[in-house]
């Protein structure tokens, strides 16, 4: 005759692990997405900044695009401006996201 005798704090234990593994990573997954958006949210603003203040020139677009992504807790990477159109790149931790921004197309100085 076999003992089974405290097999089930063990079973018990091992579920718990796994439980743990799990919660983990669906914490980290949260997390990813979080960031993400939090830089795609970044990026509209700061695309939107820059193509506000296109006609000023570029680099002070750009300076103000930083200054927008800084303030929603992202970092600009790349910021360039064409005419009216302001296309930039922000970063929240590991996540990156694009995003332009200026007049419809076909729009531009028709006003």
Partial sequence: MTSDR???TVWTAL???VLCVVVGALLAMGHAIAARHRAGGAADLAALAAADHALLGQSQ???LAARVAAAQGARLLRC???GE???VTAAVGPAHAR???GPPQGLSGDF
């Fill in 61 to 63: 677009a750009c300076s």
């Fill in 6 to 8: 405290g097999s089930a």
């Fill in 80 to 82: 360039s401006v064409l």
């Fill in 99 to 101: 995003s332009r921004a």
């Fill in 15 to 17: 579920v718990g692990v």
């Fill in 85 to 87: 159109i302001a296309d």
